[in-house]
């Protein structure tokens, strides 16, 4: 495992805190978490944006998904 040194100001450090004993943690613990989730988005976020330009580049064309169209069961009957 790496140690990684960061400067807080104080009053980000102060909330972190008051978050890290309600959660009953550690800064180390919570900032790994929050890390990862933060990763998370933003692999998402980018995975987004590479579907979003790629039907850009390529839009649907009319009638392309229609062969499923009777297969499509959305259980409201």
Same mark, same amino acid.
């Given at each position: 495992?790496? !140690?990684?040194?960061? +400067? %807080?100001?104080?009053?980000?450090?102060?909330? *972190?805190?008051?978050? &890290?004993?309600? %959660? =009953? !943690? !550690? #800064? /180390?613990?919570? !900032?790994?978490?929050?890390? #990862?989730?933060?990763?998370?988005?933003?692999?998402?976020?980018?995975?987004e944006q590479e579907h #979003?330009?790629?039907?850009? *580049?390529? +839009? &649907? /064309? =009319?009638?392309?998904? /229609?062969?499923?169209?009777?297969?499509q069961d959305w259980g409201?009957e």
């Amino acid at each position: 495992m790496q !140690t990684i040194q960061m +400067p %807080l100001n104080d009053d980000l450090a102060k909330l *972190l805190d008051q978050v &890290v004993e309600k %959660l =009953k !943690t !550690t #800064r /180390s613990g919570f !900032t790994r978490d929050a890390l #990862r989730d933060a990763i998370r988005r933003f692999d998402g976020n980018r995975l987004e944006q590479e579907h #979003r330009k790629g039907y850009e *580049l390529h +839009p &649907v /064309s =009319k009638g392309e998904f /229609s062969l499923w169209e009777d297969e499509q069961d959305w259980g409201d009957e």
